[in-house]
């Protein structure tokens, strides 16, 4: 998961406000991003996180846009179906006039269109009266910046206060600036096409004078500045380049007959789009917005792995970028040892004084094993030697982080356990401090075997072994072969509960089982390291009602001593959790849990603002009628959430690809009962593509290339 914070301790998300009190509209471009209310205005609201951020700082914390008497009504709010503008019609109330008259509301229209360029905010403002008499008022634009840090708008309570410089207006234009404790300077500067009739340090004001019919069209800029360069930027040109790549070449297209289902699909993919960052070493999948619009190691990994199989492009990215920042030595202040994958990457002003502690922090477990499953699953996608070859040393390193560090007390698991005294307590994607417990809900001690790292590690043996073979290193290869096989065996005997019919959620320091049912167990599905007979009590397990919410699984069921629906990893619905789970059963003749959860998600979908999942959502039963229960601090758009609608519709398909045999696999194809149909077009294999048709007739599922360019083979396996 992407949240690095936890529960009780300085860097948890403090929720003295919700982000669902008003509906926001996102935008985001790279290291800018922008929560606006519905109006298109910025108001700091307790930590709401409404602003315009750049490289994690907040350069602007109000901007309302009023009439000088009072508000313009909102008459609607939207952001394209793409994600690059968001428009807001505006008009005015019924309004007393200078010479005694009255203007009746809804005279004069107020479309605003802001758009996000380079590190500009960008807004046009349309006035068009249309009314029979000429109308004369003034707009006031109400500013202010507090280029407030990233994490104090979560809540953290910074030890030094900010000392900002005072805002200098002059020539029609509004500047705020700040010399933050890094040193660094930071600026935002206001500007407007229309001159300001008045101008302060606070508002600008605009005489808007139109006859009837008449329309007047003006722009405000909002740029953003810094003496420094983010962490992983690269210059404006190459930007652009990898941005009209990935818009070119936005892999294959997806159309069902449903659509609601198209609508989900549409945005989930717009979502990845909008959050797919280019960096020094290819595109990179930022995790969300407000909170995590950043590089994180496990966020980025499970993102590629859910769009990999659509544009595996993204997973070329992840897997560059995390091997240039692999650790290559012993940091405990960063929980950093040789070998070891990015949690995550900072460079808000905090993060560089050291006062939080991510910067560049690798407080995550199971970042080393996901890199190593993705660059085996991106080679089995595309067949790319060069880059394998080129990771290669990267894999090698990771490898040996998982046998000497990994395992800290030689018994064959890995166990985690923070060297970092502001570190994470619990370093799987539950890293929340409350999120590993025993049956009885008392904490866990650590360090702690959890139960996903192991599954984790033996995929990623396997995996890496296939890669071995391929660049010819035959001995390397019957190693890993054998020890995969060995963890498997070990983690029956150590991890199976017979009491809960379940694999335990943990091991603590004294090697007990954490005999809770926990989602941590599904991802034993994925990865193989699950025994058949065992594979099938988990996924039984998994649809009934305890844990089935009707939306999605809860990480535990109602039945555990620590379960509340409105816990942040006890009891709530985390699509690409879900997601994970139903790729189980990608393989397999059985795929009524894939199509369960694929269903209860989609359902969501339909009642969410933009049909769009969030981070996550509260665990509550569903009921009729109602959509489901939003967590108040939940990231949205959030990128391994986007994701989760293709590797759950790549679940129910089955759908495999191997370059290598330049074959598309679909096993054991199921759809569930709101598709009729899916087309896939443009699906590459290699060099080659092709167009699908997969329909059900009966209770059966047709799958029909209707076209195909190149040599690349479709086989159905039924």
């Known amino acids: 998961m992407s949240d690095i914070i936890e529960l009780g301790n300085e860097f948890y998300i403090h929720a003295r406000s919700s982000l669902v009190d008003i509906q926001t509209r996102i935008l985001m471009r790279g290291d800018l991003f922008a929560v606006f209310d519905r109006c298109g205005d910025l108001r700091a609201l307790g930590n709401g996180g409404h602003g315009l951020f ?6 602007l914390s109000k901007s309302v846009l009023r009439l000088a008497t009072g508000s313009l009504l909102l008459l609607s709010s939207a952001v394209t179906q793409d994600n690059s ?18 203007l009746p509301r809804c005279t004069v229209h107020l479309q605003r269109t802001k758009f996000l360029r380079d590190n500009d905010c960008e807004e046009e403002i349309q006035v068009r009266n249309y009314g029979l008499s000429p109308v004369s008022f003034e707009l006031v634009l109400e500013l202010d910046a507090d280029f407030a840090d990233i994490f104090e708008v979560r809540g953290y309570p910074r030890t030094k206060p900010r000392q900002q410089l005072s805002p200098e207006a002059n020539n029609g234009s509004l500047t705020f600036s700040y010399r933050g404790l890094d040193n660094v300077f930071r600026k935002t500067v206001i500007a407007s096409s229309l001159q300001p009739t008045a101008i302060d340090a606070s508002e600008m004001r605009f005489l808007i004078e139109l006859e009837p019919q008449e329309e007047k069209v003006f722009a405000l800029t909002v740029s953003c500045f810094t003496d420094t360069q983010p ?10 380049r990898l941005v009209g790549k990935l818009l070119q070449a936005r892999g294959c297209e997806i159309q069902t007959s449903n659509e609601h289902f198209n609508d989900w699909i549409n945005r989930s993919k717009a979502d990845l789009e909008m959050l797919i960052t280019p960096t020094t070493e290819g595109l990179y999948p930022y995790a969300g917005v407000p909170w995590f619009s950043t590089v994180f190691g496990r966020d980025g990994i499970i993102t590629a792995l859910e769009y990999l199989w659509v544009y595996p492009e993204v997973a070329k990215g992840v897997l560059r970028y995390l091997a240039a920042t692999q650790a290559t030595e012993h940091n405990p202040a960063q929980d950093a040892e040789p070998g070891k994958i990015l949690h995550e990457t900072r460079r808000s002003e905090l993060a560089r004084i050291a006062e939080v502690p991510f910067a560049r922090y690798y407080g995550s477990a199971d970042s080393t094993p996901l890199f190593l499953y993705l660059a085996a699953a991106y080679f089995e996608r595309t067949g790319d030697q060069e880059l394998i070859r080129t990771i290669w040393p990267n894999i090698e390193l990771a490898l040996d982080w998982i046998d000497r560090f990994g395992d800290r007390d030689g018994d064959g698991f890995i166990e985690y356990g923070r060297r970092s005294a502001n570190g994470l307590i619990h370093q799987g994607w539950k890293d929340s401090s409350d999120s590993v417990f025993h049956a009885d809900g008392q904490p866990a001690d650590g360090p702690i075997a959890i139960c996903e790292l192991q599954a984790y590690v033996y995929a990623a043996k396997l995996g890496v072994a296939n890669l071995a073979t391929t660049l010819g290193h035959t001995e390397k290869a019957e190693t890993l072969q054998r020890e995969a096989e060995s963890l498997r065996q070990r983690f029956e005997e150590a991890f199976w509960c017979e009491e809960i019919s379940f694999y335990a959620l943990a091991l603590d320091k004294d090697k007990r089982q954490c005999r809770v049912r926990s989602s941590n167990a599904g991802h034993c599905l994925f990865t193989g390291i699950a025994q058949p007979e065992r594979a099938r009590k988990l996924i039984n397990t998994f649809s009934e009602r305890s844990f089935f919410s009707g939306w999605g699984l809860r990480t535990i069921p109602d039945s555990e001593k620590r379960f509340s629906p409105m816990s942040y990893h006890n009891g709530s619905v985390w699509p690409h959790d879900n997601a994970l789970i139903g790729f189980g059963c990608a393989q397999t003749p059985e795929k009524n849990l894939a199509c369960q959860i694929l269903s209860g998600l989609f ?25 489901p229960t939003l967590y108040p601090t939940a990231c949205s758009p959030q990128a391994w959430a986007a994701g989760a609608v293709f590797l759950l519709l790549q679940a129910c398909l089955g759908l495999t690809i191997r370059a290598s045999e330049a074959t598309i696999y679909l096993f054991y194809p199921r759809l569930p009962d709101s598709l009729r149909e899916v087309r896939i077009r443009d ?12 329909k059900r007739s009966g209770e059966n599922i047709i799958v029909n290339p209707i076209c195909r360019v190149g040599n690349a083979k479709v086989m159905t396996i039924t």
């Open 54 to 59: 750049y490289n994690e700082s907040r350069h």
């Open 603 to 627: 359902d969501a979908s339909v009642f969410l603002d933009l049909h769009r999942l969030p981070e996550l959502f509260c665990g509550f039963s569903r009921r009729v009628g109602t959509g």
């Open 683 to 694: 699906l590459k294999v290699g060099q080659s593509s092709v167009d699908l048709a997969i």
């Open 231 to 240: 962490l992983f930027a690269i210059n404006a040109e190459n930007s652009r």
């Open 85 to 102: 503008r968001l428009i807001i019609d505006l008009a005015n109330p019924e309004l007393d006039l200078p010479d005694g008259g009255r």
